[in-house]
């Protein structure tokens, strides 16, 4: 397989291999492609949370107005009574 690098990219793979860390420029790219492969598999991780998070609120029922003032006033008495001796 031949694969086909901007300038920059062949740069920064070269530069890895010059750097010691890697023996060969397949090995940036194997190491690359490994790297891709895990962020592919979070991402997909990640989008079923969602999907199960958006299902459980989904099946929580509707949802009912706030009454501001009333969050208000108990925000007050909690941090009263924090407050308080």
Not at 12 to 40: C, F, H, N, P
Not at 45 to 59: F, H, K, P, V
């Given at each position: 397989?031949?694969?086909s690098l901007t300038p920059e990219l062949e740069k920064w793979v070269q530069s890895k291999v010059e750097s010691g860390m890697y023996?060969?420029?397949?090995?940036?790219?194997r190491e690359s492609l490994r790297l891709l492969k895990e962020q592919d598999a979070l991402k997909e991780?990640?989008?079923?949370?969602?999907?199960?998070?958006i299902q459980l609120g989904i099946e929580s029922g509707n949802s009912t107005p706030l009454n501001m003032d009333e969050i208000i006033a108990k925000a007050k008495q909690?941090?009263?009574?924090?407050?308080?001796p």
């Amino acid at each position: 397989m031949n694969v086909s690098l901007t300038p920059e990219l062949e740069k920064w793979v070269q530069s890895k291999v010059e750097s010691g860390m890697y023996t060969s420029a397949s090995e940036v790219i194997r190491e690359s492609l490994r790297l891709l492969k895990e962020q592919d598999a979070l991402k997909e991780i990640r989008l079923a949370e969602l999907r199960r998070e958006i299902q459980l609120g989904i099946e929580s029922g509707n949802s009912t107005p706030l009454n501001m003032d009333e969050i208000i006033a108990k925000a007050k008495q909690q941090r009263q009574e924090l407050e308080s001796p």
